[in-house]
């Protein structure tokens, strides 16, 4: 691999570009500790705030705005208790109103209130300012709760604690209890005074959405993260009970049926699967997590993605607990652990953990399947190898002091005829408030089985990949540029890396401008970005520019409008005909095309109970299949319609039409309707459908081989959670099929199936 002075010389421009400037805005502000009282007394979470523990709560006022606002006068009255008896941290909110009947709050099941309003906490254990946990709840107790990893800036929302929460709407606003047991939260477990971080937080959507807090937040410091101010407390903070076996049944009957063979009967299966996961807090800093013969489906189907003139692989989110307990503990700057890749393993073990200023993670899980995502720099394809296989990472990160860190990090997968070794170091520093680095480098050792070769022969090869980067983030002004290079021959095949024999600079440039409180709008944005692709070689693959604005309104509006020019290339040669020769040349190996794209989102909530979305693409894009330019228009709708605190509507619709030499290629629709009833904040019944629809004019889409081709899955859902381990579902899934063979949409696929779970606590 060759090291591009390119992309280095880009990432020195703009660091010297904004990095004078701040070096002087370091936060220098010091915020009071907050002393959590110790009660030695218990309360029955109800929402109702008549326990007699609350008498000796410590109380606290939540008055500053900090966003969209920069520390202005809260215009409500919000408080918060805060109090703990050695086994549960306990925080009450009183969220004053002087308009009730505008509280925006319906039922829902968890994680899906985001938008409502909330009241919470984010809660830095360790006070090492890299991860926090965050609880919210909304006016009738629905949880929401989550993982922030400043390391990254990324949010795991998919993490689930088992807590207690409860709310109650009242004349003059609403109030939340909230209890959080200390056997979920990782922390220093030890018999003396614990320090901590906590900031408490109220979001009151109403013209616009404002995010309330206990304290000031600078702008100009882009770890907010790292100016929450510390409690202390938790003397007799235990994680007790820290011992949960959850056993699970899973029973299903599938029947399925060649629908373009000569007879068409249904063949049927019925299964029945029992399983076992231990979670063990091995202390109150190490967590085991184990599981035999789980059930790694997932109980609700994935969103639907346009898939048609796309060359690389989807992407899609990982929701199975297992792999969500502590997942940021393995996160990179590359996307080296993608636990979609591992679909039905027989066991899995994962051990994570803090120690003072070291952070560690492993785990092991073997997998009856083996998918692999080949990488390239025109298109990623998904391959399959018909052998068990065995996948692993471990991550190790030290925390030299507050700015800088450092991690090592290796991932595997391997068979009797393949293996996948990646090992790499991470880095990431802070130069001051609004200024800092990460970089990335990594090795990968690949056996590729001969299924794969074009030789026949098993081969081994390696190479490697690394990624630096820089970003200013400041009241103003946003920066963020980087540089990567991924070898011709580098795989990751635990992870999410499509791409590989590429080199890619990119520079990004956000300018902010704020309104005032009594202003129409709130926010503008004008930003631009520049990026540049090539291969290992130096050929080019990519240029783009693209400049965009984007500003907030009333009703929680957004406008945004981008423009996008790019010259790209289309496929090789050998990928547009199987029967040349491989050759993975760029220059006179394939054509250049040029993209002029707009690009015109909004979003608006006219309404507590309706809100509704609408983006719509213009321009050139490339059709790769049939190697030239053509004309898109893509639209996409989405709305979403509360009746009542019981009853949700989603609906969403995907048009994409592409039309080259004055005729259409293909129209893809996608159609989506979620209907969710929710009984209350325990049991809901939910119907989920999916249609696709795609047609391919097969006179100017030669490659195409069928004029019609349909889908449609259906999934309605019966679900009873006491909490996220301890389950109930009954659900029935069914899958129709149709293309130029038949007439009418024809189901081909059923499923009745029902699982239980109950997490024990010995």
Request: proline fraction near 3%; charge should be negative; hydrophobic fraction near 35%.
């Amino acid at each position: 691999m060759k090291f591009s002075i390119r992309g280095i010389y880009t990432l020195a421009s703009a660091f010297i570009l904004f990095i004078q400037p701040s070096v002087a805005q370091e936060n220098t502000v010091e915020l009071a500790q907050l002393n959590i009282p110790h009660v030695n007394l218990k309360l029955e979470i109800d929402g109702k705030l008549n326990d007699a523990i609350w008498q000796q709560a410590l109380d606290v006022s939540l008055d500053i705005v900090n966003s969209p606002w920069n520390n202005k006068s809260s215009p409500v009255s919000t408080s918060a208790k805060i109090v703990e008896n050695g086994d549960f941290l306990y925080i009450a909110f009183i969220a004053q109103d002087p308009n009730p009947e505008l509280i925006q709050g319906f039922l829902g099941d968890r994680d899906t209130r985001w938008r409502d309003d909330l009241v919470g906490f984010k809660l830095d254990t360790y006070n090492n300012r890299r991860l926090n946990y965050e609880f919210f709840v909304n006016p009738h107790g629905v949880q929401h709760d989550a993982i922030f990893n400043e390391m990254t800036g990324s949010k795991d929302e998919a993490w689930d604690g088992i807590w207690q929460s409860a709310g109650k709407i009242t004349k003059t606003g609403y109030q939340v209890e909230i209890a959080i047991p200390y056997h979920i939260l990782n922390f220093d477990d030890n018999d003396d005074v614990k320090t901590w971080a906590m900031e408490l937080v109220r979001l009151y959507p109403r013209d616009t959405r404002l995010r309330i807090s206990h304290i000031e937040l600078d702008r100009d410091d882009s770890c907010w993260l790292c100016q929450i101010p510390e409690i202390t407390g938790f003397k007799d903070a235990k994680a007790s009970k820290n011992i949960m076996i959850t056993p699970t049944l899973v029973a299903s009957k599938s029947e399925s049926r060649e629908i373009f063979a000569p007879t068409t009967d249904w063949q049927s299966e019925s299964d029945i699967d029992a399983g076992l996961d231990l979670r063990w807090g091995i202390n109150a800093n190490t967590l085991l997590n184990v599981t035999v013969n789980p059930d790694f489906s997932n109980v609700e189907s994935d969103a639907g993605q346009l898939s048609v003139n796309k060359t690389f692989s989807l992407f899609y989110d990982e929701k199975r607990q297992f792999f969500v307990e502590n997942s940021e503990y393995f996160s990179s700057n590359f996307d080296l652990v993608y636990t979609r890749n591992i679909a039905d393993p027989e066991y899995g073990a994962k051990l994570t953990g803090t120690q003072g200023q070291h952070s560690y993670g492993a785990f092991m899980t073997n997998d009856t399947q083996t998918n692999i995502i080949l990488p390239g720099n025109t298109g990623s394809r998904l391959i399959s190898l018909d052998e068990k296989s065995e996948s692993g990472a471990i991550k190790y990160r030290y925390d030299v002091n507050d700015d800088l860190s450092l991690g090592v990090i290796s991932t595997l997968r391997q068979t009797d005829s393949y293996h996948n070794f990646v090992s790499g170091l991470d880095s990431k520093y802070r130069l001051n408030d609004s200024n800092s680095f990460q970089a990335q480098i990594l090795v990968a050792d690949t056996k590729d089985s001969a299924q794969f070769t074009d030789s026949g022969q098993a081969e081994n090869f390696n190479d490697h990949a690394f990624k630096i980067q820089y970003e200013h983030d400041s009241e103003y002004w946003q920066v963020f540029s980087e540089h990567q290079e991924i070898g011709t021959k580098f795989r990751a095949d635990l992870g999410f890396m499509p791409r590989a024999d590429y080199q890619k600079s990119n520079v990004l440039v956000n300018r902010f401008i704020y309104g005032e409180p009594d202003s129409a709008w709130q926010k503008m944005k004008f930003a631009g970005q520049w990026q540049i692709l090539h291969n290992e070689n130096g050929e080019l693959l990519e240029r783009s520019v693209s400049s965009s604005f984007s500003i907030d309104g009333p009703m929680l509006s957004l406008f945004d409008v981008m423009l996008v020019s790019a010259d790209k290339i289309g496929l090789r040669r050998h990928e547009l005909d199987f029967n040349l020769p491989i050759d993975n040349s760029i220059d006179g190996n394939t054509q250049r095309f040029q993209e002029n794209q707009l690009v015109i989102y909004g979003y608006i909530q006219p309404t507590a109970q309706f809100s509704t979305e609408l983006e719509l693409t213009i321009g050139d894009k490339i059709d790769y299949v049939n190697d030239r330019v053509g004309d898109i228009t893509e639209l996409y709708g989405y709305i979403n319609y509360n009746v009542n605190k019981h009853l949700e509507f989603e609906f969403s619709h995907t048009y994409s039409n592409l039309e080259a030499d004055n005729a259409n290629v293909f129209t893809e629709n996608l159609t989506e309707l979620r209907v969710s009833y929710q009984f209350n904040i325990y049991s809901y019944l939910k119907l989920n459908v999916v249609y696709t629809d795609i047609d391919f004019n097969l006179d100017n889409n030669p490659s195409a081989y069928s004029i019609k081709n349909n889908n449609l899955s259906t999934q309605l859902i019966y679900a009873y959670k006491i909490n996220p381990q301890t389950v109930f579902y009954l659900g029935y899934s069914d899958n129709s099929y149709q293309d130029d063979r038949l007439k009418n949409l024809t189901r081909d696929q059923r499923t009745i199936y029902s699982k239980i779970s109950y997490a024990w606590l010995p």
